[in-house]
């Protein structure tokens, strides 16, 4: 299968008063074609730093000091300004946890639609707004004529998610990075989002990043599943294999930490959990960032940096007891 | 419940309606009717689960039962005694034994004070424990939530989110309390950190013989946290139950569409999803008879007309839904 996107060797630092962040730290994955990757961790382990230098949208006094990010077999990394802009939006679009920051609150939701269209394609205004019309109504929204009129303000969350998706999906992209799309919304509403995805990616042949910390998510929309810490990809591979068999201590130590629906039927009083806490990227320990917390921790563990290595053919962990 | 001991908190017919103003005059126009006469008991040292998704009035519900805000109708049996007939000073007196635990570490500490002023506030307001007695006490509880007394004199910003809902849960803890509500106090928190938190509660309530009503959105947390649990939908609860029964076979058509939404994390499991039409309608105009008729799946004429009524369907388990 061939490649919309691979990241290799990625590495974006904010250069800070108080030190080097090394956000995201030698992160390499493929997406192939009509699949979706799904990034899952904790919070500031660099899931949106790794989302937005694929889009080049790191800003001072961050950079993204190395690595290569090949979209359909170019490096965006050597494009200008001028030509990222070309691929924004048009061929890989986002889509945020908060959709209302994203939308311009005095602007018609359609018209913002349309406005992407004809940033990228050489339509005129009528045919724009057909097309953002046409987009709402791939994004089951009802009534969306009408709907296309309204300020953002005048809808619910799910519904300016939805609005996100449409803006996403106008220009017929190959690839969309949605960060969190679902995490602010309520469950019954995430279920219809997700539905949503899912049968926009058959329909369009659609490539998904999904970034998501809720475990749940990625194992219902992802063929495939990495898994960072501290900046560095520590676990990734096809989905059953990360949910059924994790190398990795931390990946084994999430997925036995999360309250699972019906556990009532073997009711325990505690749950297992991962000791410690989250590092500071400014104090990250020699060796495995995950050792001062992991259970299977020993010398070793803590004299030089872990390489990612292959469990499988398509499963690799960071951890040299895996 | 003959042979039953009381419960130590006993909600009826609890409503709390805010107004919604408009125009020059500020004309009341309209209510949010964000607690609409719920009802329920929690026994001694256990859990009760108030699940909902945003705006059914869970939040509230807890304000109101520790009168944080003003509850517009109903009774509240705390301990023996009816909350809302209390006075002023009354209420602050037995206010020392309820505590409510916050969704967000981050805003409900107040930036300025030292952890030291922080978890000994409350001896402070109730004028308890003072000078090297009152540090005493504050090292206990650090101690207790898994704290280093030590770093009593620093402030919230030099603590990470689980630490800082620690320091909260020592506060909350300060003047030994019967009742605590805990109003999303993991949401907030990364997934490795919610665990220990949900384990230093449970120790919490075992140590001490605490009794929770545990808020939240999050129903696997819920279910794992809880003896029972009540589902809340437009200001009124659904279904109340043990959380087996809620959770392993729900029967209100909303409950079972609740939790056919929550993503598993397996890969594997093979799901039957009752994806829910619409969205969920404003508490300003709730639909006629049934509020959740105009999402349910199996609705009938009767639903949009007539209000079912919560009712006992089987031991310990009660419904409103006309076709349970
Ligand atoms: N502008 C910035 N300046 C300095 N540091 C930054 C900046 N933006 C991000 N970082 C740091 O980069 C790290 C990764 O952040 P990132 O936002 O990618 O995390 P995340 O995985 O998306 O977390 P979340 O789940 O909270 O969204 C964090 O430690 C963060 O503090
Ligand atoms: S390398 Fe060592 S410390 Fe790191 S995850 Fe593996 S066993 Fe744990
Ligand atoms: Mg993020």
Redo the contacts between chains.
């Keep these: 299968m061939t490649s919309v996107l691979e990241v290799k060797n990625l590495k974006t630092y904010f250069f800070t008063e108080e030190g080097i962040i090394k956000a995201v730290d030698d992160v390499s994955f493929n997406v192939p074609k009509g699949t979706a990757l799904g990034l899952v961790g904790e919070s500031g382990c660099g899931k949106t730093v790794t989302a937005m230098s694929i889009t080049r949208l790191i800003s001072a006094p961050g950079r993204i000091v190395g690595g290569e990010i090949l979209f359909n077999g170019y490096d965006l990394l050597s494009k200008s300004e001028k030509e990222m802009r070309q691929v924004r939006g048009a061929q890989i679009a986002m889509v945020f946890q908060e959709p209302m920051t994203a939308l311009n609150p005095v602007l018609q939701v359609g018209f913002q639609i349309a406005e992407t269209v004809l940033a990228h394609q050489n339509v005129s205004k009528r045919e724009a707004w057909a097309r953002a019309v046409e987009a709402m109504r791939a994004v089951s929204i009802p009534d969306a004529e009408n709907r296309a009129k309204d300020y953002p303000h005048r809808l619910s969350g799910g519904m300016r998610q939805r609005i996100m998706i449409a803006m996403a999906l106008v220009c017929h992209p190959a690839l969309i990075i949605a960060d969190e799309p679902t995490t602010a919304i309520d469950v019954t509403i995430q279920a219809q989002i997700l539905e949503l995805l899912d049968s926009l990616r058959e329909q369009y042949q659609l490539s998904l990043i999904l970034i998501s910390h809720d475990l749940g998510v990625v194992a219902e929309v992802a063929e495939t599943v990495a898994v960072m810490y501290a900046g560095k990809i520590v676990e990734i591979g096809p989905v059953m294999d990360i949910f059924h068999n994790p190398k990795h201590p931390y990946t084994e130590g999430l997925l036995r930490s999360v309250p699972r629906l019906g556990s009532s039927a073997q009711k325990r009083d505690r749950l297992e959990v991962i000791e410690g806490m989250v590092p500071n990227l400014l104090r990250l320990p020699d060796g495995c960032s995950f050792a001062p917390r992991c259970y299977k921790r020993t010398l070793e563990c803590t004299l030089s940096p872990i390489p990612l290595e292959h469990v499988s053919r398509s499963h690799g962990a960071r951890c040299i007891h895996a | 419940m003959p042979d039953r001991a009381e419960p130590l908190l006993s909600v009826r017919n609890l409503k709390k309606y805010f107004p919604i103003r408009r125009g020059v005059f500020s004309r009341i126009a309209a209510y949010v009717k964000a607690v609409d006469d719920i009802g329920f008991d929690i026994n001694k040292g256990e859990t009760f689960g108030l699940v909902g998704?945003?705006g059914c009035g869970k939040t509230t519900a807890g304000r109101a039962i520790l009168r944080l805000i003003e509850p517009d109708a109903g009774t509240i049996r705390f301990d023996g005694v009816n909350l809302l007939q209390l006075r002023k000073h009354e209420l602050r007196r037995k206010r020392r034994d309820m505590q409510l635990i916050f969704q967000d570490p981050y805003a409900s500490l107040n930036p300025r004070m030292t952890i030291r002023s922080i978890v000994g506030e409350p001896f402070a307001i109730h004028r308890l424990a003072g000078g090297l007695e009152r540090e005493h006490r504050v090292a206990d509880l650090l101690n207790i939530v898994g704290l280093d007394p030590a770093m009593m004199n620093r402030y919230p910003h030099e603590f990470?989110?689980?630490?800082r809902q620690r320091i909260g849960i020592a506060r909350a803890l300060a003047l030994k309390p019967k009742l605590i509500v805990a109003d999303e106090p993991v949401s907030a928190l990364?997934?490795?950190?919610?665990?220990?938190i949900?384990?230093l509660l449970?120790?919490l309530q075992?140590q001490f013989g605490l009794t929770y009503l545990f808020i939240s959105?999050a129903?696997?947390?819920i279910?794992?946290?809880s003896t029972r649990i009540g589902v809340m939908y437009l200001g009124k609860l659904v279904e109340v139950g043990?959380?087996?029964q809620i959770?392993?076979a729900p029967k209100h058509p909303y409950t079972q569409?609740?939790?056919?939404?929550?993503?598993?994390?397996?890969?594997?499991?093979k799901?039957r999803?009752i994806?829910?039409r619409g969205?969920?309608p404003t508490p300003i105009n709730p639909p006629s008879g049934c509020r959740f008729h105009t999402r349910c799946p199996i609705a009938v004429e009767r639903c949009k007309t007539e209000e079912p009524p919560l009712r006992q369907i089987e031991a310990g388990r009660d419904v409103s839904c006309h076709l349970v």
């Design positions: 998704e945003s990470s989110g689980g630490q990364d997934v490795s950190i919610q665990a220990q949900i384990n449970a120790d075992q959105h129903i696997p947390v279910e794992h946290i043990t959380s087996a959770c392993l569409a609740l939790l056919s939404a929550v993503p598993t994390p397996d890969p594997a499991a799901k999803r994806v829910l969205e969920v």
